[in-house]
């Protein structure tokens, strides 16, 4: 599968964005989706993950509350929807997709074992 990030930007501390995943190429239902983020100087780090249907997500411990993941299977997009954001959520977030795993798996997955990923997007929040 195909992984097409945006939505990206710049916002200040404590304002809202969300940021898109679009997949192409193959039955996006099939998949688990997270989302990951890598900031200047940083490794980078899983931020939330999705189950096929939904159902189940999983969260950064620095993000819950703050961060929902969701998809939309008709339409093929993952999404990931920040609110109050902060000067260290500053980051290119990447979206990996997973066809055999489980939500809890995701959490200490390393990126390379995912099925596939995107072109990050930029989001860079101004305190």
């Known amino acids: 599968v195909q992984l097409q990030a945006s939505g990206g930007g710049l916002v200040q501390a404590g304002g809202s964005l969300r940021v898109s995943c679009a997949a192409s190429?193959?039955?996006?239902?099939?998949?688990?989706m997270a989302w990951f983020r890598q900031a200047p100087g940083k490794e980078r780090e899983f931020v939330a993950a999705?189950?096929?249907?939904?159902?189940?997500?999983y969260y950064l411990d620095s993000v819950k509350g703050r961060f929902t993941i969701s998809r939309d299977n008709a339409k093929n997009t993952v999404y990931l929807q920040m609110n109050s954001l902060k000067p260290e959520d500053t980051a290119v977030y990447v979206c990996?997709?997973?066809?055999?795993?489980?939500?809890?798996?995701?959490?200490?997955?390393?990126?390379?074992?995912?099925?596939?990923w995107g072109q990050g997007t930029l989001v860079t929040v101004s305190s």
């Open positions: 190429g193959d039955t996006f239902s099939s998949y688990y």
């Open positions: 999705i189950s096929r249907g939904g159902g189940g997500t």
């Open positions: 990996a997709a997973k066809r055999f795993t489980t939500v809890q798996a995701m959490r200490t997955m390393s990126f390379d074992e995912y099925d596939s």
